[in-house]
């Protein structure tokens, strides 16, 4: 028998008859009813099969000739393959007809009358009466052409291997290339992907062709894709296919098929399958529709190879092939061939170079990459082919010595053409130098050109022919050629060297044609280039066009691979000098020419190297740099290439890999090399071995598999630059993680390893763990998405325990990552000497080592945790250990409580049932500081807690117990209350979202009395917020055993004892009367001090009656807050009556009816000032005399605040009719009451009979002020201060009248109120007293634009003698004295009563100012008139004592005139001209004018262009000036010349006071000439010397001489380079009255600053204090005893950070009178604002805080505002800039309006009561 029906055997027919039928019992059950009618199954129980089986057996008892006649229907009726139905016929089946009587039947019966049992089968060969001859005929016709089919291909084999005498053909040796499967999905089994080939490769390498196809039921597709590059050997393998199967090798099939599709381009026509089979392939001898039935029939034995897919034309047809008449183009016949609707069942296989595959292919297709050879086919294959020659051995040692040689023989093709090359170099050649005639591919191409050539000629004219050839078919896209392409000489020569192959093209019936082509594409690439290269037709520019980057990102770009691909390398290979001689030979130009294009193809490649490019370009412009042997070029390129240089989604090869290696090789600097999603050759990491600059290197491809790890072990210890490797998404097992950890160990600079998603299981796992002790620089492994059981990560959190490098393990579902911390190695180790040292530095690493685990969602059980914790007790000290979303368990919570309960670094334990979070955090210090235990959240009851408290009583640390979110409820509540004292010394316990009413809340607030360290109670009770809060002090305390004793009732006393006060805070509540009453007498029992807070509530009349009632029962009770409460309106009667009610109140502050603070003192603290704030209250009249009856019980009313009410004028004026019987000794505040003009008129009639008013204001502008200050007893002077009142011409007369009557008035500003120049005029005429003095205080727009003489003759009206007058044109500004009564002539006194114009009169203005003592004068512009006014009367002021001129504008003759006239001043005992616009001769002038004025006390001549003869001037009169107290000279660019000649003019100043020069370019050499003067200045108190050149000389100098003036108070030298020296020795020798001390910008560092502190401290007169600018950074002064005086200090910019800032606040707290801190431009954070807020309350004087520009986030802003709320009276925070976000900043600033978040300052408004 043939080997067709050999296929199955005959034992299992009778089993497969049986499954056949079963698949179809109806009509067995018909057929059975047909030949034995007799036969019942009905009454037996049977199954399916054992009813076929008896059915068959009663046939086969019917006798042969009924068992002949089943069969026979079986065969005609049932669908019964071929092969099957040889089989039944052979052996059961003898006869070729059909029985007679059915015959018969059916011949002589219509088709509707046959037996039901009988059914006429499909006919499916013609119409042929007789089906059962057709299908004998049918299989007989198949078998020829199955033969023939066979017999063609072995001819056709047969004639390629008796081929023209080629020289690759004197040996056909074939080596399979590697195969590797790519996607291997629907048409294979799931496993097949992974067992194919040899078993032992487990990632699919390795394959035998067999591994190609595995049987498969049904008639799905069975398609699959060989992928290789140009040269792999794909052609080569469907040839071979083609053979083996001629050979009866592949013997599943009965048909093979072999197409490519450079041949069916060249059909133009539709084709239907039938055509394209037997019309372009073989045609059958007869029945072709027999035929092709018969491969339909048996399709599953049909092989379709397409070979070249990538060089099909044709798009595909949208268009579905259904039927063997579909006609379409091949490749719409392909698609249907590959869907399975033309011949269904059947194989198809297709090769095609990587790149966009056709959409025509199913996704299901399987893809096999094909990677050429490795090392051991190389060899193979040369064996093979070197067989039988005696040189064998010698082309394998040349191989084995040249690594590029090898990696060439790497792709098939170029092997084949290197053992070519090495044949003909062996003979004529010593070892190494054929190979080394082989450098690279183009010259392997030159080197078999020259070999092939007949004695070595070379026909120039025929070779660069067939390069014009080559290169117009691949422009035009053509591989072959027919005989009108190529000339018959050409033809000739290309076959007699074997370049040009010729074969015959079917183009269709009885049509062939001969076609030809190039042995191989590349072959075709190379002479394509040496046509460009050589041909005298093609000139640079056209050549250099060639030379561009084809990019294989061919998955993303376009449908198929371009054929001019190859063109550009074989260009850079040609462009090598190496081939200069050979490129000279062929062209009929000069030498210089060729070089000239060899030079273009350089440049050309220059400017690509110095580009970047995707990875595929980068890749090919590897191999374009290495052909051409350039290594200038090379580094060029290497050194461009990016640091991270990224490969993703195309395939790569050895080669590739190889060309990279070459040119990274010529590289400096590091570089990172990451490959993701690349279909890899398995052996390609080989070509990496070596590469030193590869710094990381990732993987990350489904391709890696075992032989990938092998081969990339090889490499690695070879790479010494080495640091991260990541090989992810692999296919590893443990044979090549076994290769893997073997080689780590050997890259010794290795810190980071990746293993993710590689389907690693246990043991691989832990064999990479294991080898972590040995990877000395491991920073990171990561082995996230392995299958890891939690067996094995028990394992690992024991290796991580006891390896000493880790410090973490993070393991999540997936996730498994080991964090390291690389030992460092001393030199003793690395010296490998083996001493203590070592040893001891290994110990101490061990002791300072720290370990987190983090180990969540790993399904771990309570013995899981067990094991762990009984793990980590032996091991390091741990950071974290994080357990969450493990389904702990109430249970666990308690197991984990009681395992953890005597671990004393346990710092943090947080376990959230609901949230699945079980973390415990650990600090070293933790039994300094406590732990923190939450239990949130855990459904914990209140039958838990005897259990829950035993566990944890044993830890001793516990500080911090959160129990929210839980189900206490109040029984819960009450026994952890009674339970709180076993628990030891906590500082908060957290019962928040518990379900506590409102009782169970109030009555923890015993807990004060019970636990020591209970402090604060805050309650939110709608929000459920419950925490009892204690403090550390408090814990100190209590641990220590000196607690104070305050016993209930007992009372407190003030600063300066130790007292621990407590806080209840119960919010979002509406307190009823009863539940005061329980919360007051709760609260009686608590030790005091008490601070009391509720808030977000109601308070009803009722409620507040009652608490107030309360409250005088609660001696310890020092605060009462109710923060946005809705009270009633009579609330502020009621706490005004509380004055008296409770004598210990010290302040009431209500606002709003929304705000109430209460302050008490203790019965110890001296009795002082009550303050009463009732803002915003809606009181209008009628509540001012009720609300004063009440005030007038309080004694002691200090302060009163009634601003933000509706008083208005009426209400002003009761007010003021009951102020007299008010006891305020302080102050009133009546702002923003809409009061108008008669307000302030009536404030101003009613001075007279409030005695004791020191002081009042009004302001009636936009921010609406109205101030009364009072003194204790009455007092002679007061202030009246109006602003912005508007008054009209109506209204001077009352106020002029109210003045006159507020005889005990002495000082009157009228600031923006109106006044015009007559109003004025008319309200200084008015004012009469009797006797005293009047300062009056003027500001309005118009006084700039009036003059000095028409102000001089408005002051002239008054009725009082003039003795002071100052102008300020700038300011707007007039000021004057007026003394009562006024001594006049009367004929002076008519003229002014007359208001004549004394502008014309001056001898009556000289008489009017002869009383004057003081005249300033500044920023006004004096005019000629003015000048001269002056002129005339200074010398008529006989009592005039100071005069000042500054910041002005005179003309020169004005200056001359002025100068006239104070040289006759010789009694001017202060002279200011400072800051004065002059010229140099304006100088000259006024120095005039000092002649003679030996009574002056004080000189300003600062901002003075004081020039050498100027200064001479004022050094010869300061020499007289004996009386001298102040000199000031800032700004005159002295310098050290003129500091000199001023010490000596001043030794005659033996009573100088104050002395100036700052910014005068002071040097050291000035400083000690001043410092030479000091001595002799006894009654020096202030010395400014800022701003000048002085260094450490001048300054240690200059403050030892500070010590001869014992009466110095300020000592200002800011902005000098003084150092450190400077401050040592101010340290040693500080003046003993010193109260002003600036050192701002003065270099200091910490020791001078440290020491300076040291010496200031305690100092009793020191007022101010400026180091700004200076890096204290430690040095920052630290007050230990405190300054009691001290009322600024800037340390802006200093570099304090929060270490720094804690001991400083400290020592504020000691400085009782600071009123400004200036902190920015520092490192502050959040630690210093909790300090300082700490301290504000407590520093009752300060009013502004600068912490502009730090490190303060929303939280430390936050404590500011808590710390100003209770009670600090501070006007102000400065906060901008620092990381607050603008939202938050805006929340805060309306929380306290304090707290200023903006660029520039906006004074707030000052706290009520200040």
Same mark, same amino acid.
């Given at each position: 028998?043939?080997?067709?029906?050999?296929?199955?055997?005959?034992?299992?027919?009778?089993?497969?008859?049986?499954?056949?039928?079963?698949?179809?019992?109806?009509?067995?059950?018909?057929?059975?009813?047909?030949?034995?009618?007799?036969?019942?199954?009905?009454?037996?129980?049977?199954?399916?099969?054992? /009813?076929?089986?008896?059915?068959?057996?009663?046939?086969?008892?019917?006798?042969?000739?009924?068992?002949?006649?089943?069969?026979?229907?079986?065969?005609?009726?049932?669908?019964?393959?071929?092969?099957?139905?040889?089989?039944?016929?052979?052996?059961? @089946?003898?006869?070729?007809?059909?029985?007679?009587?059915?015959?018969?039947?059916?011949?002589?019966?219509?088709?509707?009358?046959?037996?039901?049992?009988?059914?006429?089968?499909?006919?499916?060969?013609?119409?042929?009466?007789?089906?059962?001859?057709?299908?004998?005929?049918?299989?007989?016709?198949?078998?020829?052409?199955?033969?023939?089919?066979?017999?063609?291909?072995?001819?056709?084999?047969?004639?390629?291997?008796?081929?023209?005498?080629?020289?690759?053909?004197?040996?056909?040796?074939?080596?399979?290339?590697?195969?590797?499967?790519?996607?291997?999905?629907?048409?294979?089994?799931?496993?097949?992907?992974?067992?194919?080939?040899?078993?032992?490769?487990?990632?699919?390498?390795?394959?035998?062709?067999?591994?190609?196809?595995?049987?498969?039921?049904?008639?799905?597709?069975?398609?699959?894709?060989?992928?290789?590059?140009?040269?792999?050997?794909?052609?080569?393998?469907?040839?071979?296919?083609?053979?083996?199967?001629?050979?009866?090798?592949?013997?599943?099939?009965?048909?093979?098929?072999?197409?490519?599709?450079?041949?069916?381009?060249?059909?133009?026509?539709?084709?239907? +399958?039938?055509?394209?089979?037997?019309?372009?392939?073989?045609?059958?001898?007869?029945?072709?529709?027999?035929?092709?039935?018969?491969?339909?029939?048996?399709?599953?034995?049909?092989?379709?190879?397409?070979?070249?897919?990538?060089?099909?034309?044709?798009?595909?047809?949208?268009?579905?092939?259904?039927?063997?008449?579909?006609?379409?183009?091949?490749?719409?016949?392909?698609?249907?061939?590959?869907?399975?609707? +033309?011949?269904?069942?059947?194989?198809?296989?297709?090769?095609?170079?990587?790149?966009?595959?056709?959409?025509?292919?199913?996704?299901?297709?399987?893809?096999?990459?094909?990677?050429?050879?490795?090392?051991?086919?190389?060899?193979?294959?040369?064996?093979?082919?070197?067989?039988?020659?005696?040189?064998?051995?010698?082309?394998?040692?040349?191989?084995?010595?040249? $690594?590029?040689?090898?990696?060439?023989?790497?792709?098939?093709?170029?092997? /084949?053409?290197?053992?070519?090359?090495?044949? &003909?170099?062996?003979?004529?050649?010593?070892?190494?130098?054929?190979?080394?005639?082989?450098?690279?591919?183009?010259?392997?191409?030159?080197?078999?050109?020259?070999?092939?050539?007949?004695?070595?000629?070379?026909?120039?004219?025929?070779?660069?022919?067939?390069?014009?050839?080559?290169?117009?078919?691949?422009?035009?896209?053509?591989?072959?050629?027919?005989?009108?392409?190529?000339?018959?000489?050409?033809?000739?020569?290309?076959?007699?060297?074997?370049?040009?192959?010729?074969?015959?093209?079917?183009?269709?019936?009885?049509?062939?044609?001969?076609?030809?082509?190039?042995?191989?594409?590349?072959?075709?690439?190379?002479?394509?280039?040496?046509?460009?290269?050589?041909?005298?037709?093609?000139?640079?520019?056209?050549?250099?066009?060639?030379?561009?980057?084809?990019?294989?990102?061919?998955?993303?770009?376009?449908?198929?691979?371009?054929?001019?691909?190859?063109?550009?390398?074989?260009?850079?290979?040609?462009?090598?000098?190496?081939?200069?001689?050979?490129?000279?030979?062929?062209?009929?130009?000069?030498?210089?020419?060729?070089?000239?294009?060899?030079?273009?193809?350089?440049?050309?490649?220059?400017?690509?190297?110095?580009?970047?490019?995707?990875?595929?370009?980068?890749?090919?412009?590897?191999?374009?740099v290495g052909e051409t042997q350039e290594p200038e070029l090379a580094g060029l390129m290497a050194q461009s290439l990016p640091y991270q240089l990224p490969f993703h989604n195309f395939p790569l090869t050895y080669a590739d890999l190889a060309a990279l290696t070459n040119i990274l090789r010529h590289r400096d600097a590091p570089i990172h090399l990451d490959f993701e999603g690349c279909p890899l050759e398995p052996h390609c990491p080989e070509a990496l071995a070596s590469c030193g600059k590869v710094e990381n290197l990732s993987f990350k491809s489904r391709k890696c598999g075992d032989a990938f790890a092998e081969a990339l072990s090889g490499s690695l210890p070879t790479m010494e630059s080495l640091k991260k490797l990541g090989l992810a998404g692999s296919k590893i097992t443990a044979r090549g993680i076994n290769h893997l950890v073997q080689a780590l160990p050997l890259c010794p600079h290795l810190e980071e390893v990746s293993f993710q998603d590689n389907q690693l299981k246990d043991q691989e796992v832990l064999n990479i763990v294991k080898v972590l002790p040995r990877l000395l620089r491991l920073r990171k492994l990561d082995l996230s998405r392995n299958d890891v059981s939690k067996w094995t990560l028990l394992s690992l959190t024991k290796m991580a325990v006891t390896c000493s490098t880790v410090r973490m393990l993070q393991a999540r579902k997936a996730d498994l990552i080991f964090l390291l911390s690389p030992r460092v190695e001393t030199a003793t180790e690395l010296r490998g000497d083996p001493d203590l040292q070592g040893n001891a530095s290994r110990k101490k690493e061990a002791e300072s080592r720290s370990l987190a685990l983090r180990l969540q969602n790993c399904q771990l059980t309570v013995p899981d945790v067990k094991i762990l914790i009984a793990q980590l007790r032996e091991g390091p000290h741990l950071d974290e250990v994080d357990l969450?979303?493990?389904?702990?368990?109430?249970?666990?919570?308690?197991?984990?409580?009681?395992?953890?309960?005597?671990?004393?670094?346990?710092?943090?334990?947080?376990?959230?049932?609901?949230?699945?979070?079980?973390?415990?955090?650990?600090?070293?210090?933790?039994?300094?500081?406590?732990?923190?235990?939450?239990?949130?959240?855990?459904?914990?009851?209140?039958?838990? +807690?005897?259990?829950?408290?035993?566990?944890?009583?044993?830890?001793? &640390?516990?500080? &911090?117990?959160?129990?929210?979110?839980?189900?206490?409820?109040?029984?819960?509540?009450?026994?952890?209350?009674?339970?709180?004292?076993?628990?030891?010394?906590?500082?908060?316990?957290?019962?928040?979202?518990?379900?506590?009413?409102?009782?169970?809340?109030?009555?923890?607030?015993?807990?004060?009395?019970?636990?020591?360290?209970?402090?604060?109670?805050?309650?939110?009770?709608?929000?459920?917020?419950?925490?009892?809060?204690?403090?550390?002090?408090?814990?100190?305390?209590?641990?220590?055993?000196?607690?104070?004793?305050?016993?209930?009732?007992?009372?407190?006393?003030?600063?300066?004892?130790?007292?621990?006060? $407590?806080?209840?805070?119960?919010?979002?509540?509406?307190?009823?009367?009863?539940?005061?009453?329980?919360?007051?007498?709760?609260?009686?029992?608590?030790?005091?001090?008490?601070?009391?807070?509720?808030? &977000? @509530?109601?308070?009803?009349?009722?409620?507040?009656?009652?608490?107030?009632?309360?409250?005088?029962?609660?001696?310890?009770?020092?605060?009462?807050?109710?923060?946005?409460?809705?009270?009633?309106?009579?609330?502020?009667?009621?706490?005004?009556?509380?004055?008296?009610?409770?004598?210990?109140?010290?302040?009431?502050?209500?606002?709003?009816?929304?705000?109430?603070?209460?302050?008490?003192?203790?019965?110890?603290?001296?009795?002082?000032?009550?303050?009463?704030?009732?803002?915003?209250?809606?009181?209008?009249?009628?509540?001012?005399?009720?609300?004063?009856?009440?005030?007038?019980?309080?004694?002691?009313?200090?302060?009163?605040?009634?601003?933000?009410?509706?008083?208005?004028?009426?209400?002003?004026?009761?007010?003021?009719?009951?102020?007299?019987?008010?006891?305020?000794?302080?102050?009133?505040?009546?702002?923003?009451?809409?009061?108008?003009?008669?307000?302030?008129?009536?404030?101003?009639?009613?001075?007279?009979?409030?005695?004791?008013?020191?002081?009042?204001?009004?302001?009636?502008?936009?921010?609406?002020?109205?101030?009364?200050?009072?003194?204790?007893?009455?007092?002679?002077?007061?202030?009246?201060?109006?602003?912005?009142?508007?008054?009209?011409?109506?209204?001077?007369?009352?106020?002029?009248?109210?003045?006159s009557q507020a005889r005990q008035l002495t000082q009157l500003t009228l600031t923006q109120s109106c006044l015009g120049l007559e109003d004025l005029t008319v309200l200084l005429s008015l004012v009469r007293w009797p006797k005293g003095l009047l300062s009056v205080r003027v500001e309005e727009p118009w006084i700039d634009r009036a003059g000095v003489l028409t102000l001089l003759s408005v002051c002239a009206q008054a009725s009082g003698t003039v003795t002071e007058i100052s102008i300020s044109e700038m300011q707007q500004q007039l000021c004057i004295q007026l003394e009562f009564p006024r001594q006049e002539n009367p004929e002076a006194a008519a003229l002014r009563l007359a208001h004549c114009d004394l502008k014309t009169h001056h001898s009556l203005l000289m008489e009017t100012y002869a009383g004057l003592q003081q005249l300033s004068l500044s920023q006004v512009n004096l005019c000629d008139a003015d000048s001269m006014l002056l002129q005339s009367l200074l010398p008529a002021l006989s009592e005039l004592k100071k005069f000042r001129l500054t910041s002005s504008c005179v003309c020169p003759e004005g200056l001359a005139h002025l100068a006239s006239g104070l040289s006759h001043c010789h009694h001017l005992e202060e002279l200011d001209l400072s800051n004065n616009q002059l010229i140099k001769e304006g100088t000259k002038v006024l120095m005039g004018a000092l002649e003679g004025k030996c009574s002056l006390k004080r000189l300003d001549l600062s901002h003075f262009p004081l020039v050498g003869c100027t200064l001479s001037v004022l050094t010869q009169g300061l020499s007289h000036m004996t009386l001298l107290q102040s000199l000031c000279l800032s700004r005159n660019d002295i310098g050290d010349v003129g500091c000199y000649h001023l010490s000596e003019a001043l030794r005659a100043a033996t009573s100088l006071e104050e002395l100036g020069l700052s910014?005068?370019?002071?040097?050291?050499?000035?400083?000690?000439?001043?410092?030479?003067?000091?001595?002799?200045?006894?009654?020096?108190?202030?010395?400014?010397?800022?701003?000048?050149?002085?260094?450490?000389?001048?300054?240690?100098?200059?403050?030892?001489?500070?010590?001869?003036?014992?009466?110095?108070?300020?000592?200002?030298?800011?902005?000098?380079?003084?150092?450190?020296?400077?401050?040592?020795?101010?340290?040693?020798?500080?003046?003993?009255?010193?109260?002003?001390?600036?050192?701002?910008?003065?270099?200091?560092?910490?020791?001078?600053?440290?020491?300076?502190?040291?010496?200031?401290?305690?100092?009793?007169?020191?007022?101010?204090?400026?180091?700004?600018?200076?890096?204290?950074?430690?040095?920052?002064?630290?007050?230990?005893? @405190?300054?009691?005086?001290?009322?600024?200090?800037?340390?802006?910019?200093?570099?304090?950070?929060?270490?720094?800032?804690?001991?400083?606040?400290?020592?504020?707290?000691?400085?009782?009178?600071?009123?400004?801190?200036?902190?920015?431009?520092?490192?502050?954070?959040?630690?210093?604002?909790?300090?300082?807020?700490?301290?504000?309350?407590?520093?009752? $004087?300060?009013?502004?805080?600068?912490?502009?520009?730090?490190?303060?986030?929303?939280?430390?802003?936050?404590?500011?505002?808590?710390?100003?709320?209770?009670?600090?009276?501070?006007?102000?925070?400065?906060?901008?800039?620092?990381?607050?976000?603008?939202?938050?900043?805006?929340?805060?600033?309306?929380?306290?309006?304090?707290?200023?978040?903006?660029?520039?300052?906006?004074?707030?408004?000052?706290?009520?009561?200040?």
């Amino acid at each position: 028998m043939d080997p067709i029906s050999l296929q199955l055997g005959t034992k299992n027919l009778w089993s497969w008859l049986v499954r056949l039928l079963s698949k179809d019992p109806e009509w067995l059950n018909d057929k059975v009813k047909f030949f034995v009618p007799t036969m019942d199954l009905g009454s037996r129980n049977l199954d399916l099969t054992e /009813r076929v089986i008896l059915q068959l057996r009663e046939l086969h008892n019917q006798g042969q000739a009924t068992w002949q006649k089943f069969i026979h229907c079986v065969c005609m009726e049932l669908e019964v393959p071929l092969e099957q139905e040889v089989l039944l016929l052979s052996i059961w @089946g003898h006869e070729d007809e059909c029985p007679s009587h059915l015959e018969a039947g059916e011949e002589n019966q219509p088709e509707s009358q046959l037996h039901h049992g009988l059914k006429r089968p499909h006919q499916s060969c013609g119409s042929s009466p007789r089906p059962k001859q057709c299908r004998k005929q049918q299989r007989d016709l198949a078998k020829r052409y199955l033969q023939l089919l066979r017999t063609s291909a072995q001819q056709r084999h047969g004639s390629e291997l008796s081929g023209p005498g080629h020289p690759l053909a004197f040996h056909q040796a074939y080596v399979p290339p590697i195969l590797q499967w790519g996607r291997a999905t629907a048409p294979f089994d799931t496993q097949e992907g992974l067992i194919m080939g040899n078993p032992k490769a487990e990632d699919g390498t390795d394959m035998s062709i067999q591994d190609l196809f595995k049987a498969r039921a049904g008639k799905d597709p069975k398609v699959m894709v060989l992928l290789g590059k140009a040269g792999m050997g794909k052609t080569t393998l469907a040839h071979r296919l083609r053979q083996q199967w001629a050979h009866g090798q592949l013997d599943r099939f009965q048909a093979l098929f072999l197409f490519e599709f450079r041949q069916l381009n060249l059909i133009t026509q539709f084709l239907t +399958l039938p055509q394209l089979l037997f019309d372009l392939y073989l045609s059958p001898e007869e029945g072709p529709h027999a035929v092709f039935q018969y491969l339909k029939e048996n399709a599953n034995g049909v092989l379709l190879i397409f070979d070249g897919l990538e060089e099909a034309l044709d798009p595909c047809s949208s268009k579905e092939t259904v039927g063997p008449e579909f006609s379409g183009p091949a490749l719409t016949l392909f698609s249907g061939l590959c869907h399975g609707t +033309l011949l269904p069942g059947c194989w198809v296989m297709a090769t095609s170079r990587p790149g966009k595959l056709p959409a025509c292919l199913p996704t299901e297709a399987a893809t096999v990459h094909m990677w050429g050879f490795d090392g051991p086919r190389v060899e193979e294959y040369v064996g093979r082919l070197f067989s039988d020659q005696p040189c064998q051995e010698a082309v394998l040692a040349e191989l084995r010595a040249s $690594r590029h040689l090898r990696s060439m023989c790497a792709v098939p093709a170029l092997c /084949r053409v290197a053992c070519l090359c090495l044949y &003909h170099l062996l003979p004529g050649n010593s070892p190494g130098q054929s190979a080394a005639l082989l450098p690279t591919v183009t010259q392997n191409y030159v080197q078999m050109v020259l070999a092939l050539s007949p004695r070595g000629y070379l026909d120039a004219e025929s070779l660069l022919g067939l390069g014009e050839v080559a290169l117009s078919g691949l422009e035009a896209g053509s591989v072959i050629f027919f005989a009108k392409d190529i000339a018959p000489s050409m033809r000739a020569f290309g076959a007699a060297l074997g370049l040009l192959t010729s074969f015959c093209i079917r183009m269709g019936p009885g049509r062939q044609e001969n076609g030809y082509a190039f042995t191989h594409l590349s072959l075709q690439a190379f002479f394509a280039a040496l046509h460009l290269m050589a041909s005298p037709k093609v000139d640079k520019d056209k050549l250099a066009h060639y030379v561009t980057l084809n990019s294989r990102w061919l998955l993303r770009t376009k449908a198929k691979p371009g054929l001019l691909d190859h063109v550009p390398t074989f260009l850079a290979g040609l462009a090598s000098s190496a081939c200069h001689s050979f490129l000279s030979h062929l062209t009929p130009r000069d030498e210089v020419w060729v070089g000239a294009k060899q030079a273009a193809v350089i440049q050309a490649l220059r400017k690509l190297a110095t580009r970047r490019h995707t990875g595929p370009k980068v890749i090919e412009l590897c191999h374009c740099v290495g052909e051409t042997q350039e290594p200038e070029l090379a580094g060029l390129m290497a050194q461009s290439l990016p640091y991270q240089l990224p490969f993703h989604n195309f395939p790569l090869t050895y080669a590739d890999l190889a060309a990279l290696t070459n040119i990274l090789r010529h590289r400096d600097a590091p570089i990172h090399l990451d490959f993701e999603g690349c279909p890899l050759e398995p052996h390609c990491p080989e070509a990496l071995a070596s590469c030193g600059k590869v710094e990381n290197l990732s993987f990350k491809s489904r391709k890696c598999g075992d032989a990938f790890a092998e081969a990339l072990s090889g490499s690695l210890p070879t790479m010494e630059s080495l640091k991260k490797l990541g090989l992810a998404g692999s296919k590893i097992t443990a044979r090549g993680i076994n290769h893997l950890v073997q080689a780590l160990p050997l890259c010794p600079h290795l810190e980071e390893v990746s293993f993710q998603d590689n389907q690693l299981k246990d043991q691989e796992v832990l064999n990479i763990v294991k080898v972590l002790p040995r990877l000395l620089r491991l920073r990171k492994l990561d082995l996230s998405r392995n299958d890891v059981s939690k067996w094995t990560l028990l394992s690992l959190t024991k290796m991580a325990v006891t390896c000493s490098t880790v410090r973490m393990l993070q393991a999540r579902k997936a996730d498994l990552i080991f964090l390291l911390s690389p030992r460092v190695e001393t030199a003793t180790e690395l010296r490998g000497d083996p001493d203590l040292q070592g040893n001891a530095s290994r110990k101490k690493e061990a002791e300072s080592r720290s370990l987190a685990l983090r180990l969540q969602n790993c399904q771990l059980t309570v013995p899981d945790v067990k094991i762990l914790i009984a793990q980590l007790r032996e091991g390091p000290h741990l950071d974290e250990v994080d357990l969450s979303d493990n389904g702990l368990s109430v249970a666990g919570v308690h197991c984990v409580l009681s395992a953890v309960s005597t671990c004393r670094t346990l710092a943090d334990l947080h376990i959230s049932l609901m949230h699945k979070t079980v973390v415990l955090t650990f600090a070293p210090k933790t039994e300094e500081q406590g732990t923190q235990e939450r239990l949130t959240h855990c459904g914990l009851r209140a039958e838990h +807690l005897e259990q829950l408290c035993t566990a944890l009583g044993g830890s001793c &640390h516990l500080r &911090h117990l959160d129990l929210s979110g839980n189900a206490l409820g109040d029984e819960g509540a009450a026994q952890l209350a009674q339970r709180l004292p076993g628990l030891g010394a906590l500082q908060s316990l957290n019962l928040s979202e518990n379900g506590l009413s409102l009782d169970t809340v109030i009555s923890l607030a015993q807990c004060f009395s019970t636990v020591q360290w209970a402090l604060h109670l805050d309650i939110r009770f709608e929000s459920q917020l419950v925490i009892l809060k204690g403090d550390r002090r408090a814990r100190d305390l209590s641990a220590s055993g000196s607690w104070p004793e305050f016993p209930a009732g007992a009372q407190f006393s003030g600063f300066g004892r130790c007292c621990i006060s $407590r806080s209840f805070c119960l919010r979002e509540c509406q307190l009823e009367p009863p539940s005061l009453t329980h919360l007051c007498e709760t609260l009686e029992k608590c030790p005091g001090p008490l601070e009391i807070m509720l808030s &977000h @509530g109601v308070l009803s009349e009722q409620s507040l009656d009652a608490l107030l009632g309360h409250l005088p029962r609660l001696p310890q009770l020092k605060l009462l807050q109710l923060s946005q409460m809705r009270l009633s309106p009579r609330s502020p009667f009621l706490l005004a009556d509380f004055f008296s009610v409770c004598p210990r109140v010290q302040k009431v502050d209500l606002r709003s009816l929304h705000h109430v603070t209460l302050h008490f003192r203790s019965n110890e603290e001296q009795k002082g000032g009550c303050c009463g704030t009732f803002t915003g209250c809606s009181l209008s009249q009628e509540h001012v005399e009720p609300l004063c009856k009440l005030l007038q019980k309080c004694e002691d009313l200090s302060q009163l605040d009634l601003s933000a009410n509706q008083l208005g004028d009426d209400g002003l004026r009761c007010l003021l009719g009951c102020l007299p019987q008010v006891p305020i000794s302080s102050s009133l505040d009546l702002s923003h009451n809409g009061l108008s003009q008669e307000g302030a008129l009536c404030l101003v009639e009613a001075l007279p009979s409030c005695p004791r008013v020191r002081e009042a204001s009004v302001s009636l502008g936009s921010q609406q002020s109205f101030w009364i200050h009072f003194s204790q007893q009455e007092e002679a002077g007061k202030t009246l201060r109006l602003s912005e009142c508007s008054f009209g011409p109506e209204h001077v007369p009352r106020l002029a009248n109210g003045l006159s009557q507020a005889r005990q008035l002495t000082q009157l500003t009228l600031t923006q109120s109106c006044l015009g120049l007559e109003d004025l005029t008319v309200l200084l005429s008015l004012v009469r007293w009797p006797k005293g003095l009047l300062s009056v205080r003027v500001e309005e727009p118009w006084i700039d634009r009036a003059g000095v003489l028409t102000l001089l003759s408005v002051c002239a009206q008054a009725s009082g003698t003039v003795t002071e007058i100052s102008i300020s044109e700038m300011q707007q500004q007039l000021c004057i004295q007026l003394e009562f009564p006024r001594q006049e002539n009367p004929e002076a006194a008519a003229l002014r009563l007359a208001h004549c114009d004394l502008k014309t009169h001056h001898s009556l203005l000289m008489e009017t100012y002869a009383g004057l003592q003081q005249l300033s004068l500044s920023q006004v512009n004096l005019c000629d008139a003015d000048s001269m006014l002056l002129q005339s009367l200074l010398p008529a002021l006989s009592e005039l004592k100071k005069f000042r001129l500054t910041s002005s504008c005179v003309c020169p003759e004005g200056l001359a005139h002025l100068a006239s006239g104070l040289s006759h001043c010789h009694h001017l005992e202060e002279l200011d001209l400072s800051n004065n616009q002059l010229i140099k001769e304006g100088t000259k002038v006024l120095m005039g004018a000092l002649e003679g004025k030996c009574s002056l006390k004080r000189l300003d001549l600062s901002h003075f262009p004081l020039v050498g003869c100027t200064l001479s001037v004022l050094t010869q009169g300061l020499s007289h000036m004996t009386l001298l107290q102040s000199l000031c000279l800032s700004r005159n660019d002295i310098g050290d010349v003129g500091c000199y000649h001023l010490s000596e003019a001043l030794r005659a100043a033996t009573s100088l006071e104050e002395l100036g020069l700052s910014h005068n370019q002071i040097g050291d050499t000035g400083a000690q000439h001043l410092a030479a003067i000091l001595s002799g200045l006894p009654e020096l108190r202030k010395i400014d010397l800022s701003a000048n050149g002085i260094g450490p000389a001048g300054g240690v100098r200059l403050v030892e001489s500070l010590a001869f003036c014992k009466h110095l108070e300020e000592l200002v030298l800011g902005c000098n380079a003084l150092g450190d020296p400077t401050a040592l020795a101010l340290a040693h020798g500080l003046p003993e009255h010193l109260r002003v001390l600036h050192l701002p910008s003065s270099r200091l560092g910490p020791e001078g600053t440290l020491r300076l502190g040291q010496a200031l401290d305690g100092c009793a007169h020191v007022e101010e204090i400026s180091l700004a600018e200076n890096s204290l950074a430690g040095g920052v002064p630290h007050f230990r005893q @405190g300054l009691p005086l001290l009322r600024h200090i800037d340390l802006a910019s200093c570099e304090i950070d929060d270490q720094t800032a804690k001991p400083l606040t400290a020592g504020f707290v000691l400085c009782p009178a600071l009123e400004e801190i200036l902190l920015s431009w520092n490192l502050l954070g959040d630690e210093a604002a909790a300090e300082l807020a700490r301290v504000l309350p407590r520093m009752g $004087r300060l009013k502004r805080v600068d912490l502009e520009k730090n490190r303060i986030t929303a939280h430390g802003a936050g404590l500011l505002a808590e710390g100003l709320a209770q009670g600090s009276g501070i006007h102000v925070i400065r906060l901008w800039n620092n990381p607050i976000p603008t939202d938050m900043a805006k929340r805060l600033q309306s929380q306290d309006p304090r707290l200023d978040f903006a660029f520039f300052h906006n004074q707030p408004q000052t706290p009520r009561g200040t």
